[in-house]
């Protein structure tokens, strides 16, 4: 077997830097977690992380891309299944309920992060809007849902789930209340779109 080149190493190094990020934000918080624990978690040195990411906001930034690519591969496969709103739901909640921990510290602590962090959650935030519209459009021209505003239904949908994450002992008894409660969300959520 041929040892990696320098450019597939640095992939993997960068790789290895930001999903360590994650556990950690999970566990200590966004601002909780220094580069230095990011670094000593995967046995690096500090200077590393600073190679990979000149600042620690790209850091962070460069996390919620990755949890960005995966919502929006669950969203391609959500598509391929099924066009309709319920399946786009779903797939949301599915990313959410495998990264539930970081996605809740990063709701929780999103007004104290900097601008540039937060305009690269809100542009996640745009994505998951366009997705949810697309999906009630179809089910509207079908005659399963009614018309709602672009901006009403986004926002309906994530406060539903924000407010269950953010108060996930009020209605979890395990870890996720993702995974207890994302049927119900998903439910209750489509009796709202009826037509």
Do not use: C
């Not at 299944?81 to 539930?100: K, S």
């Amino acid at each position: 077997m041929q040892p990696a080149t320098r450019q597939e190493q640095k992939v993997v190094t960068r790789d290895r830097l930001v999903n360590a990020a994650m556990a950690l934000f999970a566990r200590n918080g966004i601002a909780g977690t220094t580069t230095a624990e990011v670094a000593k978690s995967v046995r690096m040195s500090h200077g590393v992380v600073f190679l990979h990411f000149p600042t620690r906001d790209e850091l962070v930034i460069a996390v919620i891309d990755e949890f960005g690519r995966r919502l929006s591969a669950e969203f391609r496969q959500a598509f391929e299944r099924d066009l309709g709103l319920r399946a786009v739901l779903q797939a949301h909640l599915r990313v959410l309920a495998e990264l539930e921990p970081f996605y809740a510290r990063l709701v929780t602590e999103a007004p104290m992060l900097p601008p540039k962090v937060r305009s690269t959650l809100m542009l996640l935030h745009a994505a998951v809007s366009y997705e949810l519209f697309q999906a009630l459009e179809r089910e509207r021209k079908a005659g399963r849902a009614r018309k709602i505003d672009r901006a009403l239904l986004f926002n309906t949908w994530i406060g539903l789930v924000h407010h269950y994450l953010v108060n996930r002992d009020l209605f979890a008894t395990g870890d996720s209340v993702i995974a207890e409660k994302g049927d119900s969300l998903v439910n209750h959520f489509m009796a709202l779109v009826k037509p």
